[in-house]
């Protein structure tokens, strides 16, 4: 079964203090690895998306790495603030031109002043 | 706002009655996607259009649930004979043919 776990469930942080996600996928044949920021009441937004081929990508104080070997993917951030306190979910698509994504729980970060 | 956008953003309703959802994804976008959320859970696929046509639903959608999109713009969700169970957020998303999905900012559904 396809499946996709994240670690932790949830964590609180210190501004300014940096924290790093986890996402473990069993999810194969393998498209790509997303993770969305989703604030409370709102709708997933995008942060970062990779292919398999890809080890790292970035976007200002996110930054996400895959290892298809491990199947395993991390978001760290940096430098955290206040406004970076959401859930953080890891999503997979199996497969090439699927529409089918797979969604982990995610994990729910506080930030605290 | 170009955006995905759904209405209402909250609803309160008595269980029994019956509840509807709009969403209008971004124009241009041939694909839309429903899914509800339960707290602290991951969005779970519910239904699947291309234009109007609705192409796949979940196990999930039980017969108290009907989506449609008439005219391959808007979709509407509608529950039926609504339970306590059905409390949720109800996400929509939207893309192009292959893409990355764009998600509304939900319905949140509370049946008491």
């Known amino acids: 079964k396809n499946q996709v776990e994240q670690s932790p469930q949830s964590l609180i942080i210190l501004e300014g203090k940096n924290c790093t996600l986890q996402?473990?996928?069993?999810?194969?044949?393998?498209?790509?690895l997303r993770w969305y920021k989703q604030d409370t009441g709102r709708g997933p937004v995008s942060l970062t998306i990779m292919t398999f081929s890809e080890n790292t990508k970035s976007n200002g104080r996110y930054t996400a790495t895959l290892d298809a070997d491990t199947k395993q993917s991390s978001l760290h951030i940096t430098a955290s603030q206040l406004s970076d306190s959401a859930s953080y979910i890891c999503?997979?698509?199996?497969?090439?031109?699927?529409?089918?994504?797979?969604f982990g729980t995610g994990t729910r970060l506080k930030v605290l002043a | 706002d170009t955006g995905v956008s759904q209405d209402p953003r909250h609803k309160i309703t008595k269980r029994g009655q019956n509840v509807t959802f709009r969403c209008d994804p971004i124009s241009e976008h041939n694909r839309l996607y429903w899914y509800r959320q339960t707290l602290g859970q991951g969005p779970e696929f519910l239904t699947y259009?291309?234009?109007?046509?609705?192409?796949?639903k979940s196990r999930l959608l039980s017969d108290r649930f009907s989506a449609e999109r008439p005219k391959g713009s808007f979709s509407t969700l509608e529950i039926q004979r609504t339970e306590q169970g059905d409390s949720a957020m109800y996400l929509c998303?939207?893309?192009?043919?292959?893409?990355?999905?764009?998600f509304g900012p939900g319905t949140r559904l509370t049946v008491l």
């Open positions: 999503v997979v698509s199996p497969n090439t031109g699927t529409y089918k994504y797979i």
């Open positions: 996402c473990n996928y069993t999810v194969s044949p393998f498209s790509n």
């Open positions: 259009f291309q234009n109007e046509a609705q192409l796949e």
């Open positions: 998303a939207s893309s192009l043919v292959i893409a990355e999905q764009f």
